[in-house]
């Protein structure tokens, strides 16, 4: 990474002032005139020591001006010191990098291990639109840790306890479909909680006295089915086995497709039986009280319930046994949990009650804004939910007929591979370049989008630098260079875009934000686009070789860092 290259010459400015002074990192200019990197440093000193900014930032300059990379050091403005960096220095750099993307990253992680909660459907039910933003944004997140050196756990923890299933072995017993569960269990199943919702949902006061009656009875045999279920009811246990087991393999043939996988797939049954003698625990350290029956954790203004006054334990107790089954199984120095904001209180208080405990993991909630239809929310009720599967399949059909169009030529299987790449692609890169903090409205054109800033522009701009390779190999020209000599603005701008992007996996990775790194990699494309519209390559005879060198570390670098974002690097399309 280029700051931390250039470390050793802050730090030595800095100490010349203060030994103990706070490294400020140095930051890409805004604007390339006034040189590549700057270090806003002298500011907070000046102001510390009372002193004039652009003065100190002159004193500091010598500092940067001996290291080899700097081939100009300035003081602009009130006291900015600008970096300019060598051509040279630039491109040897680039050439480490080509050779070894991963390696230009900071090992921040090195030695750690994290856990990653994410994806985690409730089973039972269709993974729809709604389930994509945590699993496409737990997918970068443990890319991003795990370039960063970290031992990455892959935890899909799925719903698959509590209520719903003794509503649903109600359901079952009541109004199934043999044939339709065989033939598309999930879909069944889904069928039936919507019909125990129906049937059931009678409040007190509405609708005919049979029907409340009716309603009531519903509900009561769901809570004893419930119930038999968790006390270990064979019947009971062995319908919720055959529905899990049939929901999660839907589910992994819609991961298999997203290129996901997991290390540990455990449901909140799994911690379930552990959730006794954690709220027993807590009790006997005095965290936890009993107030009305049930028992809770007081938190300043806040009440976190950890046994419910029918004695079930709460989604709060499952994900304290879960933190304690993850501390004894990988004693992780971070566990990040990623679902939608509207479960943030939950997080901050269940971490709350994990510190009391004595947890010293470092806990994070990764809260992604919801996803809307159009005309508002998604619900399995409405009967208005969008299917993962339907969403990819659609995304997939535009992006064949856009290859069968423009590759003709290609053989069927290859286009067939090309248009999963580019439509899973496209619905995955649509999601990932939003803030993940803002709320999408889905919208079919811009999930499919195949121009401007998408999934398909920066697939064409790495299989542009794929094909100048191929070609340059069959051509029986020149080769490539061991480094590029960086002679054109364009290409310089090349290879800076494509070093910085170490820092903008370093920067996504710190802010839980892949979209810091989509749009690293986008400004990375849009350079090699330029540079390939602009300037020949192959049929060059001065820089013929320089230039390949540049297209090779383009397409390592490019590769690399389209892996992360989780996208497949097509040869050609
Ligand atoms: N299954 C939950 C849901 O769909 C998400 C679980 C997140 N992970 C956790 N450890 N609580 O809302």
Request: proline share 4%; net charge negative.
């Amino acid at each position: 990474m280029i700051p931390a290259l250039l470390r050793t010459s802050a730090l030595a400015a800095a100490a010349s002032l203060d030994p103990d002074a706070d490294v400020d990192v140095l930051v890409p200019t805004n604007n390339p005139a006034h040189g590549d990197y700057q270090w806003n440093f002298a500011f907070r000193m000046a102001r510390a020591r009372k002193e004039n900014p652009r003065a100190l930032a002159e004193r500091l300059l010598p500092f940067f001006a001996a290291h080899p990379g700097v081939a100009a050091a300035e003081v602009a403005g009130a006291g900015f010191v600008n970096l300019r960096l060598s051509d040279a220095w630039l491109a040897e750099r680039l050439a480490e990098q080509a050779a070894a993307p991963g390696a230009a990253l900071t090992p921040a992680g090195a030695g750690k291990t994290v856990v990653v909660d994410f994806s985690s459907p409730n089973v039972a039910k269709r993974m729809h639109v709604g389930h994509m933003r945590s699993t496409h944004l737990g997918h970068v997140l443990t890319n991003l840790h795990a370039a960063a050196g970290w031992k990455v756990i892959r935890d899909n923890h799925i719903g698959d306890w509590g209520t719903p299933f003794g509503k649903l072995i109600v359901a079952w017993d009541e109004w199934r479909d043999e044939a339709a569960y065989a033939a598309d269990p999930v879909g069944e199943l889904e069928r039936l909680y919507v019909k125990f919702g129906d049937e059931a949902s009678a409040k007190p006061g509405e609708g005919t006295p049979e029907a409340q009656e009716r309603s009531r009875i519903l509900q009561d045999r769901a809570r004893e089915e419930t119930a038999k279920l968790q006390r270990g009811d064979a019947r009971n246990r062995a319908l919720w086995e055959d529905f899990r087991a049939r929901s999660l393999e839907e589910y992994e043939a819609v991961y298999q497709r997203m290129g996901v996988r997991f290390d540990e797939v455990l449901g909140e049954s799994e911690y379930g039986p552990m959730t006794d003698a954690v709220v027993e625990e807590l009790l006997a350290a005095g965290t936890a009280e009993t107030s009305e029956g049930a028992v809770i954790v007081r938190l300043g203004e806040q009440v976190s319930v950890v046994r419910k006054k029918d004695g079930a334990a709460t989604y709060t107790a499952t994900d304290l046994a879960c933190v304690k089954y993850r501390v004894r199984r990988w004693s992780p120095e971070r566990m990040v949990y990623v679902t939608d904001a509207r479960q943030h209180q939950h997080f901050m208080n269940f971490f709350a009650v994990a510190k009391r405990w004595g947890c010293t993991a470092d806990l994070v909630h990764m809260g992604f804004g919801m996803l809307k239809l159009p005309d508002g929310a998604m619900s399995t009720r409405k009967g208005n939910v969008i299917r993962l599967v339907d969403l990819l399949d659609e995304a997939v059909a535009r992006a064949r007929a856009v290859v069968d169009e423009k590759s003709a030529s290609f053989p069927e299987a290859e286009r067939a591979a090309i248009a999963e790449a580019v439509g899973v692609g496209a619905v995955r890169y649509q999601d990932l370049v939003q803030a993940p903090t803002s709320d999408i409205t889905f919208d079919w054109k811009k999930m499919l989008a195949m121009d401007g800033n998408s999934a398909p522009y920066l697939l064409y701009a790495r299989a542009r630098a794929a094909s100048i390779l191929r070609k340059a190999a069959a051509d029986g020209g020149p080769g490539a260079a061991a480094v590029a000599t960086l002679a054109h603005p364009l290409e310089r701008e090349l290879a800076l875009a494509l070093l910085r992007l170490p820092e903008a996996v370093d920067g996504a990775l710190r802010a839980s934000a892949p979209n810091l790194l989509a749009e690293g990699v986008y400004r990375a494309c849009e350079a090699f686009n330029r540079f390939y519209f602009e300037l020949k390559v192959l049929d060059e005879v001065e820089h013929r070789a320089s230039r390949l060198a540049l297209v090779l570390a383009a397409d390592r670098v490019l590769v690399h860092a389209l892996g992360l974002l989780g996208l497949r690097a097509l040869d050609r399309l």
